[in-house]
């Protein structure tokens, strides 16, 4: 082939690749109680190219939020949701593939982290579009405690002393964390996660009153990001 015809061929992707590390992709992700803005990570790649191309294929857009535990997390994307009568119980619906884990030790169960579900199967793949964002809670040193005798009896990943801190300030779910790919986080909005966590539900954990979602998203340069949210890189 001609060199000059394949330079014209690799440049629109070479271009693609070089904007995309300039640029990264920004949810809205929309209720009733408010916006939040999320970024996906680039150390969980698989992940984040799924949650985009379903966030553009306008997937999640009227699911509910089917699952909330204060102190815990919230949890949405089945899309068996859609369409739920009052009082059925949600969550067994998918999309049918699941996401290889994407285990980071940098990224960890946080308040405000984007995670993906999963059921119980031993690879711990993710589900292919349930997700949950962390409310968690503070934890003091006696109750940090028992997390760690949890993870342990959970083969989980036991968090950094960093780590540690960031769960007795801002809080989180440091069990969870090396049994399900956190990929995501909340950069702005966090306070609506408090919002729908404290709603009341029924006893599978419900909302009595249905919350629904709306997904956007955008590519932003990096440093705009940065600038309008305070979110840093890693």
Not at 62 to 68: D, P, V
Not at 113 to 126: T, V
Request: with cysteine; aromatic share 10%; net charge positive.
């Amino acid at each position: 082939m001609n060199k000059f015809l394949l330079l014209i061929l690799l440049t629109p992707t070479v271009l693609l690749a070089q904007n995309r590390k300039k640029k990264d992709y920004l949810v809205t992700l929309t209720t009733a109680y408010g916006p939040m803005k999320l970024v996906l990570y680039d150390q969980t790649p698989k992940h984040k190219e799924n949650f985009i191309k379903l966030v553009n294929q306008k997937f999640y857009d009227s699911l509910l939020f089917h699952r909330i535990i204060q102190n815990f997390m919230i949890q949405g994307g089945d899309p068996n949701s859609r369409k739920a009568e009052a009082e059925q119980p949600s969550g067994n619906g998918d999309v049918g593939y699941k996401i290889p884990a994407e285990f980071v030790p940098t990224l960890f169960h946080k308040k405000g982290s984007l995670a993906a579900a999963r059921d119980n199967n031993p690879e711990k793949a993710s589900s292919g579009c349930q997700f949950y964002v962390v409310q968690g809670r503070v934890w003091d040193d006696a109750g940090l405690q028992k997390q760690m005798e949890r993870i342990e009896s959970l083969k989980g990943r036991m968090p950094t002393d960093e780590q540690k801190q960031v769960y007795k300030t801002l809080g989180g779910t440091p069990h969870l964390d090396g049994n399900y790919t956190v990929f995501g986080e909340i950069i702005d909005g966090i306070a609506v996660v408090d919002s729908v966590a404290k709603q009341p539900h029924d006893p599978q954990d419900r909302p009595l009153k249905d919350i629904r979602m709306t997904m956007t998203g955008e590519w932003l340069k990096k440093k705009k990001i940065t600038k309008q949210y305070g979110y840093k890189y890693l």
